[in-house]
């Protein structure tokens, strides 16, 4: 693995021999040592089951969901071993975006947003609950587009708008980082480059990781890149130098196109 | 010259059409089996409580029977819903791709094949004598004890439609809750029972229809009293149980009037299967 001119002071997350395997025995990925960078957007690329989503899925311990699975290694967050958190702490502040938008079919856009905090129990003030929507749906430029629907379906809007919904309902927590697992390979080009400016203007406030099969988006949003190949982490750097020079003969294959 | 393909086409639509005038023959003979009574008692043959077979002195009135469905269902209902519900709960979600869900489950649809005259039998010989035990009644015959009996038999019903309902709920949707911090309870709260909950309506009505023709059991338990119930524990008899009961000594307007009781009971429960089916047609969309 070849990590270059990456000197990242105080990462907010970490990975240390980070492995996982869907049954015990084979490994999904493979001891996985990683930092990631404050306020930018890393990009995990690499083709179909190399393992960059179960990467992802790790930082937010997904997969405590699915008693099969085996993770080994340990993740910190801001310093702190995320076994050592709860479910409900970590993820409150690890927020994650899935492949196919997902708002809650029997909410509302605005019980959408808020569902995080409802689903936990918390109660609020309505005044609060108000202010929270607003930011959310501001911070992903839905607002507009929503504000007198708020009573709405969240089903009832358009492929692009219901992800910018999803990112809004994992921003509601204020969260140190947003994982997002190819947000866009659902949507149009129009709703991608959304969703790509949105990104650009989140990374100011968000540590943002970003899983995706597009090089090209990695190319265009990104600051660090990870190119991943049979679980491995086989080249880890700032995404410039990595397409304009990569050192490991396998990214410069997949970036070329030979293959992926 | 026909090509094979035309008569096979020809031969599937003959033998569909044999249902078509099966369903329009029963109606047919239902309906005019229950001329008699409706045009001697009117529409007030539905709401009239009198039943006196003795001639000359003949009055009909099929309010009992229907009092004494409704009664032993919704009971049979209120009794399956929180055993079903967690049963399949159980199936669907908390154990969905476990052993133990799969032998349960496959438990369940072992009693949903249970013929109801061994319902009937062990109501008869098991449940009744524990009733009367209890000191609930003094031979334990009765609504109570259909009602139980009911019950029994269509809880793996809903429970086995419900949990199917409930295994359909999609992965990405628990995913997003659980991506929020919420516990397993709070994703079935907020997350399954919501999406679901059409289905689940749909597969309680579907059951209840069920339970509003059941006949065999109830004809063994309820103690065939023509009469509107007093309570839980007192006798009475159902549309279903009614005929099954009366059929082999009636003629006439008696006949007229049994006949007339299984049309309504036909009309009924077509009602709430179909709207059932409605439901879940939609809901699979």
Known sequence: MSIINLNIKNPVLSLKDLSVSYDGEKLAIKKINAEIKKNSITAIMGPSGCGKSTLLRALNRMHDLYPDIVTTGSVFLNGIDVVEMSNIDLRRKVGMVFQRPNPFPTMSIYDNVIAGYKLNGMKQKKSERDEIVEKSLRDVTLWNEVKDSLQKKGTFLSGGQQQRLCIARALAFQPSVILLDEPTSALDPIATAKVEELLLNLKKKYTIVLVTHNMAQAARVSNQSMFMYLGELVEYGKTKEMFTNPTDKKTEEYLTGKFG | ?285
Request: proline share 4%.
């Open chain 2, 1 to 285: 010259m026909m090509t094979s393909e035309k008569i096979t086409k020809r031969l599937l639509f003959a033998a569909s059409l044999i249902i078509v005038f099966v369903t329009a023959g029963i109606i047919f003979s239902l309906v005019g089996g229950a001329i008699p009574v409706f045009s001697e008692f009117g529409i007030s043959f539905i709401f009239s409580s009198d039943w006196n077979p003795s001639e000359g002195k003949e009055e009909y009135g099929a309010l009992p029977f229907i009092a004494g469905t409704i009664i032993t269902s919704v009971l049979a209902l209120v009794i399956c819903l929180p055993l079903a519900f967690s049963t399949s709960l159980f199936i669907g979600e908390y154990f969905h791709d476990k052993k133990v869900a799969k032998i349960i489950g496959t438990l369940v649809d072992l009693l949903a094949g249970v013929p109801s005259i061994v319902y009937g039998l062990w109501g008869f010989y098991v449940l009744r004598p524990f009733i009367v035990d209890l000191g609930l009644s003094s031979q334990g015959f009765g609504i109570f004890t259909s009602g139980l009996i009911l019950a029994i038999m269509i809880i793996p019903y809903a429970t086995s439609i419900t949990a199917e309902i409930i295994a359909l709920t999609p992965n990405d949707l628990k995913e997003a809750a659980y991506s929020l911090g919420a516990t397993r309870f709070e994703v079935v709260l907020y997350v399954i029972i919501p999406s679901a909950r059409s289905g689940i309506v749909a597969s309680f009505i579907l059951a209840f229809g069920r339970a509003l023709g059941e006949t065999m059991a109830i004809t063994m338990l309820i103690g065939n009293t023509n009469k509107i119930p007093n309570g839980l524990f007192d006798t009475g008899n159902t549309m279903a149980s009614v005929i099954a009961n009366q059929f082999g000594e009636a003629d006439g307007l008696k006949l007229s009037a049994l006949i007339a009781i299984g049309l309504l009971l036909f009309v009924i429960t077509g009602i709430i299967n179909g709207a059932g089916k409605l439901i879940i047609k939609k809901l699979s969309k």
